[in-house]
């Protein structure tokens, strides 16, 4: 017992590289990910309760927290997420922690009741700031493939494996 409490540490796979250039690799990972998702929770509660974006930061981070919390080793915790290295989920939720501040500075939940945005009918010109890109009309022959295939009895073959 206490050789198996040793060493399991000791044996633990070091991860050498990321291999992505300019992401270095994090050592203590998954204490940094958990430090930065009960971050993360914390300071998304200045967001209304109601706010879709909070519901979905809250979503995920809860879940990625979790993951980190029930696994010790950064593969199986990469494994299950599946969202990439662990360096880049903590990069990811650095960013979030910026964007959360953003947020709140920018307040886009409070648009007062009474505002009223501008309608642009499909006739009004185009500001000349505003890019402006029309795609061209399909070819002839995409309209007669749709008419084919849409008159055509559906058969019931069976499915290729």
């Known amino acids: 017992m206490f050789l198996h409490a040793v060493a399991q540490p000791l044996m633990a796979k070091v991860k050498e590289t990321t291999g992505i250039v300019g992401l270095d690799v994090v050592p203590n990972a998954r204490e940094v990910l958990v430090g930065l998702c009960t971050k993360t929770l914390k300071e998304v509660q200045a967001v209304p309760e109601d706010e879709g974006y909070r519901k979905a930061v809250e979503s995920f981070r809860r879940q990625r927290l979790k993951v980190c919390e029930e696994e010790e080793d950064w593969e199986m915790i990469e494994k299950r997420l599946g969202c990439g290295q662990a360096e880049e989920l903590i ?71």
């Open 91 to 161: 990069e990811e939720a650095q960013d979030e922690l910026t964007l959360i501040g953003k947020m709140i500075e920018w307040n886009p939940w409070g648009v007062p009741d009474d505002y009223e945005c501008e309608v642009v009918e499909n006739d009004a010109s185009i500001p000349k700031h505003i890019p402006y890109h029309r795609p061209p009309p399909l070819p002839e022959e995409f309209f007669k493939t749709l008419e084919a295939a849409s008159s055509q009895p559906k058969r019931d073959t069976p499915a290729v494996s």
